[in-house]
């Protein structure tokens, strides 16, 4: 099999290429490598010309790539980089939804300086699309108008309504494109409610995404079958006896993760953190496996929560409710005095959480609430020794020149109606500090322990952040007479300064926002790149 990137370099270097001439180049079938330049140009790869002969595609002036749409109709052809985006007028789609793949080919009288304009000439990516919109009726006729403004009104034949009313929040599914002037047309497949009513906007904007709360049948029965027993508990590190906790939101029902606090013979103290041990349940290329690959996390929207797993696993065997026996992996570190783990181990280990803390109770409980420390008096000296290791760790964490950007998270506060009546900062006491150092600690814990085992392993990184970057957010903040140190290979510390001198000012907010923007996303990787933000040399996502 002759390599495709061999042949798309060579048609690349002569920019018009004989198939013969090439075969003969190649030392390979003029036949064989047909058919291969029949499925490059299948793929979009290259152009045929009428002579013949084949060209990359781009040469031919030919572009795959997504489609992003714009409230005005237009859109623009998302290019690879070091190239300008192609704009795409709104009679030049070809009928394209926004986020669709799809070859636009240039125009041909392009003017130099001009932005770069195209068609769409094909779409590659199959319908039918999925959409949210409203419901609008008139003398019989029924259209349903995006929520996405990018999406032209789509036209329901009568046989596809659902009977769904006008002003009613329905999903709908294009089965035919815009075309020669007419309208996109579908049918109505899931009537959501009326639109304003409580609880059905936010179900919409859910719905919009793809996120179902609902699980297939056969994901659905696997999690049903589920259960618990002594079977689990073999070759497992029984710390049922211990002190473990929970401390989550006042509303959390899928409590994941836990801590545990004991002072040890020479004074130092062992750091426990237990979390549910899903991978005991959900076993890979299972129904379980492949819905949560495709989901990828639970999604946490104003009144609900669109989850990963199913309930009978996020709310109840992978929930670690206090007083019942849960499968958990458990990272131990002995921390001393400084703040330093002496030593760790990492454990298949089975809990059993004492008590179903919240933030605001043990906040309470650390400000000194007589009535918290009265109901709580088995574990108020624990929860204190805890709060003060806390501290230690994120002082450690600050020296080494970790960033903690103070930015105003929102709080919006509904009504028993479910419609939002306020909105607040959003607080963030001892308690959320403590479990926020906590998984911090076990994160950097763990991915050190693998790196020094040399043991594949999912990393996540926050890489260095660009010099040009770091030279427009330096003249940024030379107009709050700030000065940033050092562009080339800029060190958290520096970072760390200057949210120091802007801490508690009115320029706080932006340019602890700025600041943020101006960095690299975090992402994952299999290389233990450090982690900038963070300071730390190795960490990862145990938590």
Known sequence: ???????????????????????????????????????????????????????LASTMGLFKGVLDCKQGGFAFLRTPEGMDDIFVAPSHKGGAFSGEEVLVKLSKHQQEGKHLEGKVIKVLSPLP???????????????????????????????????????????????????????????????????????????????????????????????????????????????????????DGDDAKDLDDAVSLRLLDNGNYELGVHIADVSHYVREETPLDREALRRGTSVYLVDRVVPMLPKELSNDLCSLNAGEDKLTLSCLMEVNARGDIVSQRIEN??????????????????AGDAQENEAYADIAGMLRSMNSIAKTLRE???????IDFNIDEAEIILGDNGVPVDVRVRKRGDAEKLIEEFMLRANITVAELYHYMDIPFLYRIHEQPDADRMKELAIFLGNFGIHLKGFQNIHPHAIQDVLEKVAGTTEETIVNTVTLRALKKARYATEPVSHFGLAADQYCHFT
């Open 129 to 247: 699309v999925e959409t949210v919109g409203t419901v609008q009726a008139k003398n019989g006729t029924v259209f349903v108008v995006s929520d996405d403004s990018a999406i032209d009104d789509i036209y329901v034949p009568k046989s596809k309504t659902m009977k769904a009313k006008n002003g009613q929040k329905v999903v709908i599914s294009v089965t035919r494109r815009a075309q020669n002037g007419k309208s996109p047309e579908g049918k109505i497949t899931e009537i959501l409610g009326r639109a304003g009513d409580a609880g059905i906007d936010i179900l919409a904007y859910a719905r919009r995404f793809g996120l179902v709360s609902d699980f297939p049948e056969d994901c659905a029965q696997q999690a049903r079958e589920l259960t618990g027993g002594e079977k689990d508990l073999k070759n497992r590190l029984d710390l049922r006896d211990e002190m473990i906790v929970t401390i």
């Open 349 to 366: 280990s089975v809990i059993r959480s004492r008590h179903r803390l919240t933030y605001n109770g043990v906040n309470r409980l650390l």
């Open 396 to 402: 450690r964490r600050f020296e080494k020149g970790s």
């Open 1 to 55: 099999m002759i390599e495709k990137e061999r042949i798309l370099q060579m048609i690349g270097d002569r920019i018009y290429a004989d198939p013969k001439m090439m075969a003969q180049d190649l030392e390979v079938p003029e036949e064989e490598l047909r058919e291969e330049l029949g499925a490059l140009e299948k793929e979009n790869e290259v152009a045929k010309t009428k002579s013949g002969k084949y060209a």
